[in-house]
């Protein structure tokens, strides 16, 4: 038995009445699927999780139609980007993005060592995160998959666009964050 099944394997034994590939399936990509969710998504626990549940339950209904030639990582992440469209589209509101001192998007010195740098890297942090809030959702979604080091080319498959449209939302992304930041400093 193999330590590290490709996930086509997986599949293909959970299709075959395996409940426990399936499980491998799921915590291979639960991690992932979550802090993808939970960047698009800030602060809104209930709303992720119940999207969260929502896009395994869609996948299991949806394996016996996996098309194998697909990665199932840019899969699993384009029905979750659906479903959070649809969820933007149904309560007709921008996402907040909210950025604790845990979970800043840039690597922030210590500031325990000079306890004054606390204050501005609290205010840096609140100024990325309205920064961030300002970008349009695609080019939004591409810089949080990138912070999560997701590959272009899967980026590019779960907006179901060209990898050089991915990469042209990234560049106009830091752009557009660069020149929010400059208008503050």
Known sequence: MMDNPADQVLIDNYLA???ADFDLLYERYKRQLY????????????VIDDIFQQVWIKVIAKLPVYQHSNKFQAWLMRIAHNMTIDFFRRS?????????????LIQLPDCREMPWTELCMNELSNAVANALEQLPVEQKEVFLMRQDKI????IAKIQQCSINTALGRMQYAIKNLRKELD???
């Not at 590959?151 to 899967?154: D, L």
Request: proline residues 3%; positive net charge; without cysteine.
């Open 183 to 185: 208008a503050l400093y």
């Open 92 to 104: 007709k509101k921008n996402a907040t993005v909210s950025v604790d001192n845990e979970e800043t």
């Open 35 to 46: 802090a993808y969710l939970h960047r698009m998504l800030p602060g809104q626990h209930a």
């Open 151 to 154: 590959s272009f080319k899967v």
């Open 17 to 19: 009445g395996s409940n």
